[in-house]
Structures are given as structure tokens and as C-alpha cells.
């Protein structure tokens, strides 16, 4: 069992040197910052703006983005496992894929090197933003 983790991920992270993450190709941590984005709205709305009722609010806005795409990996993963063990193992891989963003962080990391070496600022603080 532990075998077929350890290969997953070793295909995931192949998949990532290959790929990297394509910006046309939906990615489950933008699903997550709309996830959080609405239910922060939601609790903004709803608590008093009061230290004590924020911290509440925040603590709930942690274990429901928690609970919620740790619920749907996990579900997803069951119902693959439930069709073919192949099925699991290729899920697991993409999973591992998105999750590890090597190629992307270095790509993306070299164009904030490369503006602040060039001197603009700007062009920085717009590739931080990716």
C-alpha cells in the first residue's frame, strides 16, 4: 500500500517537471480561494465585528475549507478505489501533481528575480501575484 503512495506521488511529481500548471487548466487551489472568498463574505455579514466573534468566525472558515476539500479528495479517491485500483492510482497521481507545483513555483519565482534584478518593481509585485 504504502508502495503505490510513494509511486503516485514519484508520477505526480514527474507529471509537475513535465507540465508544470498549465494557467487554462481548472486547479482545485482556485477552487479553494472562491471557496473561501464566499463563505468569508457569508461570515462577514453574519458576525458582529468584534475580535472574539472574528476569531470564531475564522476558526469555522478554517475547518469548513478543511473539511470541505479534504472531504472531497477523500470521497473522490474512495469512489476511484471503488471502480479500480488503476483508477485510485491515477486520481492519487493527478492529486500529487497539483498539489506539488515545483516547475510552476520555480517558473514563476524567476520572473519576480528577474524584474527586481532589472530594477521594476512593479513588474515584481504583479509576477508575486502568480
Known amino acids: 500500500m504504502i508502495r503505490g503512495h510513494i509511486a503516485a506521488m514519484i508520477v ?8 508544470g500548471d498549465p494557467h487554462w487548466l481548472p486547479h482545485p487551489v482556485r477552487a479553494m480561494g472562491w471557496l473561501i472568498m464566499h463563505v468569508e463574505k457569508g461570515l462577514r455579514l453574519l458576525c458582529p465585528k468584534e475580535a472574539r466573534w472574528e476569531r470564531i468566525a475564522g476558526l469555522f472558515l478554517v475547518l469548513m475549507v478543511l473539511g470541505v476539500t479534504g472531504g472531497t479528495a477523500y470521497g473522490c479517491l474512495w469512489l476511484a478505489g471503488g471502480l479500480h485500483p488503476y483508477a485510485f492510482f491515477a486520481l492519487e497521481s493527478i492529486l500529487c501533481y497539483q498539489m506539488l507545483a515545483t516547475k510552476s513555483l520555480k517558473d514563476e519565482s524567476m520572473k519576480v528575480y528577474d524584474a527586481f534584478r532589472s530594477g521594476d518593481t512593479e513588474a515584481a509585485r504583479r509576477a508575486v501575484s502568480m
Open 12 to 19: 505526480g511529481f514527474l507529471l509537475d517537471l513535465c507540465f
